[in-house]
């Protein structure tokens, strides 16, 4: 008997939906890459370390994840970031125990959506104190630089401007 795709009922079966095992064709199956959500510190969840997936398996499992990554990676391009050191005076509303921290990065800018992404999951809307530095890596003959960036969340007031 020989194995059809699951979903369009094609014989040229491929690969396997990750989570249910459907088998797939070149054109039914989803492809997630391994860098699609870098930005969320921790482990995956583990349906979401496969590579292939079938259409309702993508749509019941990846999507929701995807589209509260995506969200929360908007948020975090709003959030307001405030050096240590710069003499600028804001209210503070809330502010978290603990400063979190990002090591390893590729770059600065890099360095700073990492740290307001998490600041964004957290529900705060502003990084203050942040330090950023950069170590230099030498490699036989090549430089390369890693970053890292230290700062507390924070909930500031915003003054809105109409």
């Not at 391009?77 to 978290?96: D, E, L, W």
């Not at 979190?100 to 600041?119: H, M, N, P, V, W």
Request: charged share 30%.
């Amino acid at each position: 008997m020989e194995k059809l795709c699951a979903n369009c009922r094609s014989l040229r079966v491929e690969s396997a939906c990750g989570i249910c095992a459907a088998p797939l064709c070149r054109k039914c199956r989803i492809f997630l890459e391994e860098d699609a959500f870098e930005l969320a510190e921790g482990p995956r969840p583990a349906e979401l370390k496969h590579s292939y997936y079938c259409g309702s398996c993508y749509d019941e499992k990846v999507e929701p994840f995807k589209t509260e990554y995506e969200a929360t990676l908007e948020q975090a391009k709003a959030v307001n970031v405030i050096y240590a050191g710069s003499k600028s005076h804001i209210r503070i509303i809330r502010k978290a125990i603990r400063a979190i921290e990002i090591k390893g990065s590729r770059d600065r800018d890099e360095t700073i959506l990492k740290l307001a992404f998490q600041a964004a999951r957290a529900g705060y809307n502003s990084l203050i104190d942040v330090e950023i530095s950069s170590q230099k890596l030498r490699n036989q003959g090549w430089q390369t630089s890693t970053w890292t960036g230290r700062g507390i969340p924070a909930e500031i007031l915003v003054r809105q401007e109409f």
